[in-house]
């Protein structure tokens, strides 16, 4: 793009200021910052006014979840489909790790942030080693695809190698980078992180599959007849990966989508609950949880709104082809985003001072006709680390960690 192209596209969606520091900058950065507002696309930028319609929601209705009663009784016939599948192929584990994970305050990539007590014991370990407890007895090697960022890619690919990839077959892990989208002040003015350099963000948790298509890692999905793949989340350190029973039971139940969910531990615990909505399954969040919704109940008699959603889902490849076609809804997150104060310093602000673009998985979620909720004991399978002490944090990961026999 030439300097002329991009000062009309800035123009174009009133972004002038990006150019600010141009004439000041290398040659090489004035390319670097040609090149990069090529690849932006700030018409996301009018979703600021956008927001508001797109947060309305349907209707919502209850969606029965195959509780543990249910899963004790078939687990052997649900386990056995299950490693029937990772025998042959058809299912890959995606692991997401492309999140900034701010709340956790560190600035390196939240998978190397160590947990040990009296050793090292890092996220990605954790991740690896639950993955080993169940590829391991059975010999088999899935497909290990891993979501990085531009942000944290070298440091992600570095780290990993260094360890040796914790034991995981380096030849079975394939890397690659989500998209990322540009983040903007509260009058939608995209900020600068340097000064030939557009603030940017990773676009949110739902362009897994898009960007595993861009990076052309759809040919290993063809050559190894990969139908199904497992997501989940870098920060929930007790989670079962490629877990056999979870697979059988989406085959059984010829889903589109398995997502594994814990009883709330309390009516207004702020998770995501799943449920219908117009029909559709869809994540309520727990702000959006009416009373009435809180109180409702079920033929049993037990809470109707009572499984939160834990991201780790099992997603069957031919129906998210249909609906990634269609596109994700955009979210507008408000967020602290570092950039350039008018003397052009870099600052990380105390507060939150624009806005951030993502794209979530839970509206893949939507897109799709049918989901198995899939119920797993929450003391052994949910310890996820957001912020370093209190709720969900390194400090309660530990605690049950410590609960599960993991040495620290
Ligand atoms: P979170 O919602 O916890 O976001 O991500 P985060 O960015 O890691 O953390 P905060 O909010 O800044 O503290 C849930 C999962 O989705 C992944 C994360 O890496 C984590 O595994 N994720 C999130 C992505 O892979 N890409 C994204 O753009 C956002």
């Excluded at 969900?392 to 599960?404: G, M, P, T």
Aim: hydrophobic share 40%; net charge negative; with cysteine.
């Amino acid at each position: 793009m030439t300097r002329q192209q991009a000062e009309e596209k800035l123009r174009k969606y009133g972004q002038e200021q990006i150019f600010r520091y141009y004439d000041e900058l290398s040659v090489e950065d004035q390319e670097k910052l040609l090149a990069q507002i090529d690849q932006t696309d700030f018409s996301i930028i009018d979703h600021l006014n956008k927001d508001q319609e797109s947060a309305q929601r349907g209707a919502f209705a209850p969606l029965a979840c195959m509780e543990l009663d249910e899963i004790r009784e078939k687990k052997e016939a649900f386990e056995q489909d299950g490693i029937g599948a990772l025998k042959q192929g058809k299912v890959a584990a995606l692991l997401l790790a492309g999140g900034m994970g701010t709340r956790l305050g560190s600035d390196a990539p939240k998978g190397t942030y160590d947990i040990g007590l009296t050793k090292h014991v890092y996220i990605f370990e954790r991740q690896i080693q639950n993955l080993l407890e169940v590829v391991k007895p059975l010999d088999v090697w899935p497909m290990l695809f891993i979501m990085t960022s531009e942000k944290n890619h070298e440091a992600t690919v570095g780290f990993l190698k260094e360890h040796a990839y914790f034991g995981y077959p380096e030849e079975r892990i394939a890397f690659f980078q989500q998209d990322m989208a540009p983040a903007c002040d509260d009058n939608g003015k995209v900020y600068l992180e340097e000064k030939g350099r557009i603030a940017t963000s990773p676009n949110g948790n739902a362009g897994w599959y898009t960007s595993l298509i861009k990076a052309g890692l759809d040919q290993v999905l063809k050559d190894e007849g990969i139908e199904w793949i497992n997501i989940f989340a870098v920060d929930n350190v007790l989670q079962r990966i490629l877990d056999p029973v979870f697979i059988g039971a989406c085959l059984q139940a010829q889903v589109s989508v398995g997502a594994k969910v814990v009883r709330k531990a309390a009516p207004d615990e702020k998770v995501g609950v799943i449920c219908l909505e117009d029909g559709k399954p869809s994540i309520v969040e727990y702000y959006e949880l009416s009373q009435e919704m809180m109180d409702a109940k079920n033929e049993k008699g037990d809470p109707a709104y009572n499984f939160g959603v834990i991201l780790n889902y099992l997603f069957h490849l031919p129906e998210l082809d249909e609906v990634v076609e269609k596109g994700t809804p955009l979210h507008v997150v408000r967020k602290k985003i570092p950039c350039l104060n008018e003397a052009g310093e870099l600052v990380k602000p105390e507060t939150e001072n624009g806005y951030k673009f993502e794209q979530l998985v839970l509206d893949l979620i939507h897109q799709l006709d049918s989901c198995l909720p899939f119920e797993v004991v929450r003391e052994k399978e949910f310890a996820p680390i957001k912020n370093k002490t209190g709720i969900d944090s390194v400090e309660s990961a530990r605690e049950l960690c410590k609960q599960n026999g993991i040495e620290l």
